[in-house]
């Protein structure tokens, strides 16, 4: 049977980890491919790596750290942030991803997902949807790093971005990214009724049972930054949770 | 020393990843579409990610289908992935009307709709009894099509994803697999260095 998947996510800018990194025993503990290594010893079962670079010479380098991560990694790697155009999918899968995210870009212009899934294959196409809750109680893409909202529903979005090729979804709630207050679980089990595709949870994990939450609401993976960057837990010890709990893991 | 594995172009395949875990595993490749070098070469691999038709075109186009099918006939080292498996077989429901390689007689369909497709992730590999190659263990998947029964004349390693379907196949030293194990951790570093022959990673 086909496990559920932890997913480490690495913020990257300018070729370094930006959200501080506290393991022990690391050489470089803003190196990516360092920490990545790092992951796939501890059992994860992905890597996220998401470009937060904010000017040009610092996206630049995420050729460059893309390829040290691929070196190093024997795991599915994800690259998102910053992808504008099929070229610049392109260049990322070259340098070693094996996935692409695509976010605000999609938003803009939704023939990008058909023109990625057309040319790669719905297995290299992610598109990442961030979403706030309003106060109607729908849910509202948000874009620009969540300070633009567009107008668009999310769960309509996330189906017609599954119509056009789309492999899978990471779906974030914005209201609860940076909160540590767990999941938006009913947010969750809205999007993955309504879409045969593979839906990632993002967005407010502080502990395994808030994972645990997640795969329940039916979620096919679970990202996870804060938690495992700051030593607070591992991969391992939150996959023998989920493996008490009765939900299958890969070991 | 290895020769360098000789890995055949289907297209789009992601050959960074392929490339990245033979070079932990210590080989050396090319990526060469070359047909002679294709029936010469020690171990040939045939990486994939894309669809049936445009891979089979792009082979046709490069006049590989009767290297792999000899190399493959005689059981010669060779090592297929996810598409590149799909490719050894009949026909695949991705391209209707488009001929594979007919090495493994079998049809290409698609999952059904009762599970996620695409299957992305790690999914439990039971191998077959008589291996020599395959092992049980988790391997990693990113597929929407399948053989959803084991073919005559191969050694069969199983998963189950809405239903049984053919995780690997293996015959001499041919193995096909649906799943990547360069993506596949420790699992599948370890299939590619027994199939490179290296016996410490055995």
């Known amino acids: 049977m086909l496990t559920v998947r932890i997913i480490p996510c690495l913020d990257v800018r300018g070729g370094r980890v930006v959200k501080g990194v506290k393991f022990q025993g690391l050489t470089d503990a803003g190196s990516p491919a360092e920490l990545a290594a790092r ?75 058909d023109a990625l899934a057309r040319r790669f294959g719905s297995q290299c196409t992610v598109v990442a949807i961030d979403a706030v809750r309003t106060e109607t109680g729908s849910v509202e893409v948000v874009v620009a790093s969540g300070v633009e909202r567009v107008g668009t529903d999310a769960i309509e979005w996330a189906t017609e971005v599954a119509r056009r090729g789309a492999g899978e979804i990471l779906f974030t709630s914005w209201d609860r990214d940076g909160t540590r207050e767990g999941y938006d679980c009913e947010m969750l089990a809205r999007v993955s009724d309504a879409v045969p595709i593979p839906v990632i949870a993002s967005g407010g994990a502080n502990s395994a049972e808030h994972l645990l939450q997640a795969f329940r609401a039916g979620a096919s993976a679970a990202l996870a930054a ?12 939150v996959k023998d949770y989920l493996a008490r709990q009765g939900i299958e893991v890969r070991t | 020393m290895l020769s360098d594995v000789v890995i055949v172009p289907t297209g789009v395949a992601n050959l960074a990843s392929v490339r990245a875990s033979l070079r932990r595993l210590g080989a050396r490749s090319v990526v ?25 075109q792009q082979l046709r186009s490069n006049d590989l289908g009767d290297a792999l099918r000899e190399r493959v006939g005689e059981g010669r080292p060779t090592l297929t992935i996810c598409l590149g498996m799909h490719i050894l077989c009949v026909d695949s429901e991705e391209s ?44 990693y998947f990113a597929n929407a099509y399948r053989l959803s029964r084991a073919p005559q004349g191969w050694d069969c390693a199983m998963a189950e994803h809405g239903g049984p379907f053919v995780a690997a196949l293996e015959r001499g030293d041919v193995v096909a697999c649906q799943f990547h194990p360069e993506l596949s951790g420790l699992y599948g570093a370890a299939l590619l260095g027994r199939w490179l022959g290296q016996g410490a990673a055995c």
């Open chain 1, 226 to 237: 804060s938690i495992f960057h700051y030593s607070e837990t591992t991969v391992g010890a």
């Open chain 1, 39 to 113: 992951y796939e010893q501890q059992g994860a079962d992905e890597i996220v790596m998401l470009d937060v670079s904010a000017t040009p010479d610092e996206r630049r380098t995420a050729f460059d750290t893309v390829r040290a991560i691929r070196g190093r990694l024997g795991i599915p790697l994800t690259v998102g942030g910053g992808v504008r155009t099929v070229e610049d999918a392109a260049d990322l899968l070259e340098a070693g991803a094996d996935k692409v995210s695509v976010n605000t870009a999609a938003v803009r212009d939704p023939s990008l997902v």
């Open chain 2, 32 to 56: 060469d579409a070359d047909p002679v070098r294709a029936r010469s070469a020690d171990h040939v691999i045939l990486p994939g990610v894309g669809a049936f038709g445009p891979a089979m």
């Open chain 2, 96 to 139: 209707p009307g488009v001929s594979g390689l007919g090495l493994v007689d079998a049809s290409v369909r698609r999952y059904p709709a009762t599970v996620r497709v695409p299957q992305f992730g790690w999914n439990r590999v039971e191998g077959p009894q008589s291996s020599g190659y395959l092992r049980s263990g988790y391997a």
